[in-house]
């Protein structure tokens, strides 16, 4: 029975009126800090030098005020830029909660509640995924993470000496596919797993920057007859730069036959599973192996909140298991000591942040968040291309990359930071001139905002300061 003395009520009040006064201040606020690494050292070094005990409300206030003043405002609704989101109340609360509580999520024993939400929450999002019953899924600290999770287990499945010996144990260098728009951290995975960043193999993209299955298939096969061991392909649903989607259904069939691992990366992208509109883009990601899925993006909840999917879960519990004297026994039955299934020990709960956002809006309120940023997506689309701007990537997804004849972007970008009208990012795709990036990562962002947003960038750039010179 679930024990009734709950006292914190009252300070949860408190921390909804706060949440709604500091995103309202946001709002208002500026979005981009000017502030120099000196400036910042200066202060710390006159102000805290922790010899001496402080009150703890002159600290509290003083950390927001740096939170304000030196950062970007990543929750402003003008915030443009990477997959970075406004986050709910209710994943504020429960990220408070989990601080307040400090559950310890390493064994089941330990933490049997806070290990079966995370269950329940991630079995609902498997689901909608496709994904089979004995899918064995974490939480785990963010995208890069759950790739690496994903890189070690093929590994794992692919070569059974893998774990004991390691690569030198192997007779032939294993290889993995990808495009030059997959994510970069796979750069890090490669180099932390031992394969080596060679062991990436990057296959051509299309004119949308979609991966292109005959190159792919082409590379497979020139390394085969080079001796080398291919095991893994990487997809991206919603790669950083663009928004593109690889071909998931294609990539599937071709891993199927080929026999190997197929990983989605649908950090970003992977939300758009909900969307009745936007899904059937997602098509072939039910065929995956493995999926990394990130709540601290497109989730709306504050980071780190990543997740990882996979269909097999002996391979997982290969990969990461682990026996101590020293850890609560296991448990019989149908459950999971998180410690022996992930990559982390020790771990935060960090799956309540979901759990209670989505308990707040049910799905249905998860669905108009997601496809109100993709209708301002489209929106921000349409009104650049009647402005004169021309948009140059692809993507039913809220990611817009454009550019204009005579602007210079890390000019425009310049100006666009100095008068506080919104923060956006430079990017180049297939190796072409840099472009401009905008990304609608807030659920907050408003049509109101995108034109006068556009109507600004249109005005700086007619004055002419933002061309080369
Ligand atoms: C497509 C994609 N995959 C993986 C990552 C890495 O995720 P994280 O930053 O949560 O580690 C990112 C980050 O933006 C991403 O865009």
Request: contains cysteine; proline residues 5%; aromatic residues 8%.
């Amino acid at each position: 029975m679930l024990n009734n003395g709950v006292s914190s009520s009252a300070a949860f009040s408190e921390l909804c009126d706060a949440f709604e006064n500091t995103q309202r201040e946001i709002a208002d606020g500026p979005i981009i800090p000017f502030v120099t690494p000196e400036e910042i050292r200066e202060y710390l070094t006159s102000r805290y030098d922790f010899r001496n005990p402080m009150p703890l409300d002159e600290a509290v206030a003083d950390a927001e005020r740096m939170l304000r003043g030196w950062n970007v405002q990543i929750t402003h609704p003008r915030y443009l830029g990477l997959f970075n989101p406004s986050v709910t109340l209710a994943s504020t609360i429960a990220d408070t909660l989990v601080a307040l509580y400090n559950p310890q999520l390493a064994s089941w024993r330990t933490s049997p509640g806070s290990n079966e939400i995370e269950r329940h929450t991630l079995g609902w999002l498997r689901q909608k995924f496709g994904f089979p019953a004995e899918t064995l899924a974490s939480f785990t600290t963010g995208g890069a993470e759950s790739s690496l999770s994903a890189v070690v287990v093929a590994l794992t499945q692919a070569f059974p000496n893998y774990g004991e010996d390691g690569l030198r144990g192997l007779h032939a260098k294993p290889t993995i596919y990808l495009t030059g728009e997959a994510h970069h951290s796979f750069e890090k995975i490669a180099h932390l797993t031992g394969l080596g960043r060679r062991a990436l193999r990057r296959v051509a993209t299309d004119s949308d920057l979609k991966m292109d299955i005959g190159d792919l298939a082409r590379l497979v096969a020139e390394d085969r007859n080079a001796g080398l061991a291919p095991f893994m392909v990487i997809g991206t649903a919603g790669t950083t730069a663009a928004g593109a989607i690889d071909p998931l259904e294609e990539l599937a069939r071709f891993a199927k036959l080929q026999g190997l691992w197929l990983h989605v990366d649908g950090a970003w992208g992977g939300a758009a599973i909900l969307s009745s509109r936007l899904r059937g883009y997602l098509q072939g990601i039910e065929q995956a192996d493995s999926i990394t899925c990130d709540a601290h993006k497109w989730f709306s909840v504050p980071m780190g909140a990543g997740m990882f999917f996979c269909r097999h879960p002996e391979a997982v519990r290969a990969a990461f298991r682990a026996e101590t004297p020293y850890m609560p026994g296991k448990m019989a039955g149908a459950v999971v000591d998180p410690y022996t299934t992930s990559v982390e020990w020790s771990r935060r709960f960090i799956g309540l942040k979901l759990f209670l956002a989505l308990a707040e809006r049910g799905e249905s309120g998860y669905v108009d968040m997601i496809e109100h940023q993709a209708r301002m997506g489209d929106v921000l689309r349409e009104a650049l291309t009647h402005a004169g701007w021309k948009v140059v990537n692809k993507t039913p997804l809220p990611l817009v990359c454009f550019t204009r004849e005579g602007v210079v972007p890390g000019k425009l970008l310049a100006r666009l930071y100095e008068h506080q009208i919104a923060y956006m990012s430079e990017v180049t795709l297939g190796g072409h001139e840099p472009v401009l990036r905008a990304c609608v990562t807030s659920f907050r962002t408003t049509e109101r905002e995108i034109g006068w947003i556009v109507r600004e960038m249109s005005r700086l750039a007619a004055l002419g300061e933002t061309a080369n010179s």
